[in-house]
Antibody, heavy 120, light 107 residues
Framework: EVQLVDSGGDLVQPGGSLRLSCAAS????????MAWVRQTPGRGLEWVSS????????YYADSVKGRFSISRDSSKNTLYLQMNSLRAEDTGVYYC?????????????WGQGILVTVSS | DIQMTQSPSSVSASVGDRVTITCRAS??????LAWYQHKPGKAPNLLIY???SLQSGVPSRFSGSRSGTDFTLTISSLQPEDFATYYC?????????FGGGTKVEIK
């Protein structure tokens, strides 16, 4: 059974940093692209970032480009999201998500979600 | 960026009703569209991918269709467990974008 467990959420001040982690199990982690999606208060779902199989195979929403960095460690079956220069509008629940297939950007498995609060 | 305009934003319906939700893409996305169901406190759940393919394990009362840049999710006979928010999601081009969501509420 596919399992994704998100962790690392916290209350952080504006301008601060946080690193989210997503521990994967139940599938061959190295064979699937992964992503982060968030739900912010009063707004719906927003795609944040995706990663394929190489350092250059990364994509970001304009709202986080230059501030967030996605990475993966296949030896640990873990996905990461490094978030710097955090803003109040980054507050929300963050989910890691697995692509249904490489080349198909549909998210067929999700983590339980982790709350990030940016506030002074 | 590709905008996904989803309607209605909310709908009140009764158990057994047929419910239709629509998403319009701002440009051609081929059939690169998914539908998700999202309940409070839970992770979103993939229902439909490639506009009309039913994800494994999803009840057959859910179906999807495409006409040009218009996409439809239909629930043929609403069940109590279907009250949730539904999102469309275009996967054709980065940045990936979601519709604004449709909340299906109990009438």
């Amino acid at each position: 059974e596919v399992q994704l467990v998100d962790s690392g959420g916290d209350l952080v001040q504006p301008g601060g940093s946080l690193r989210l982690s997503c521990a994967a199990s139940g599938f061959t982690f190295s064979s699937f692209p992964m992503a982060w999606v968030r739900q912010t208060p009063g707004r719906g779902l927003e795609w944040v970032s995706s990663i394929g199989f190489s350092v250059s195979d990364t994509y970001y929403a304009d709202s986080v480009k230059g501030r967030f960095s996605i990475s993966r460690d296949s030896s640990k079956n873990t996905l990461y999201l490094q978030m710097n220069s955090l803003r109040a509008e980054d507050t929300g629940v963050y989910y890691c998500a697995k692509y249904r297939l490489s080349g198909q950007r549909y998210f067929d498995s999700w983590g339980q979600g982790i709350l990030v609060t940016v506030s002074s | 960026d590709i905008q996904m305009t989803q309607s209605p934003s909310s709908v009140s319906a009764s158990v057994g009703d047929r419910v239709t939700i629509t998403c319009r893409a701002s440009q051609d996305i081929s059939s690169s569209l998914a539908w998700y169901q999202h309940k409070p406190g839970k992770a979103p759940n993939l229902l439909i991918y490639a506009a009309s393919s039913l994800q494994s394990g999803v009840p057959s009362r859910f179906s999807g269709s495409r006409s040009g840049t218009d996409f439809t999710l239909t629930i043929s006979s609403l069940q109590p467990e279907d009250f949730a928010t539904y999102y469309c999601h275009q996967t054709n081009t980065f940045p990936l974008t979601f519709g604004g969501g449709t909340k299906v509420e109990i009438k």
